[in-house]
């Protein structure tokens, strides 16, 4: 299975976003939080979703959770974006909402 990864990010390191808020609308999307871990998951489709707040975006870990604050999420799915669209509805439809939700764009890394 190939995974396919995605990000959210602030304008600027100095700029959060509530974690609450964005944990709060992936369960009300249907994710889970993944036992042990601070990511949220949905097998079917797979999609994995890990708020950070990092001071690099080029490294991290998933150390760098933290419950008040959030400047970059990780996203990682089997849905590939970057054939221009998403072919599973429930994953455009999460992805979308964070978008509205933070008021920034979902980045691909292909």
């Not at 054939?83 to 439809?93: A, L, M, R």
Request: charge should be negative.
């Amino acid at each position: 299975m190939e995974y396919v990864y995605y990000h959210l990010k602030t304008g600027s390191f100095a700029e959060k976003w509530n974690t609450a808020e964005i944990e709060e609308y992936l369960r009300d999307s249907g994710l889970d939080k993944e036992e042990g871990k601070q990511s949220y998951v949905m097998f079917q489709p797979f999609l994995s979703v890990f708020p950070l707040n990092v001071n690099d975006y080029e490294n991290w870990s998933e150390d760098d959770y933290d419950p008040a604050q959030t400047n970059y999420i990780v996203v990682v799915s089997t849905d590939d974006y970057c054939s221009g669209s998403f072919k599973h509805e429930q994953i455009e439809f999460v992805l979308s909402g964070l978008e509205e939700l933070l008021l920034t764009e979902v980045l691909e890394g292909c």
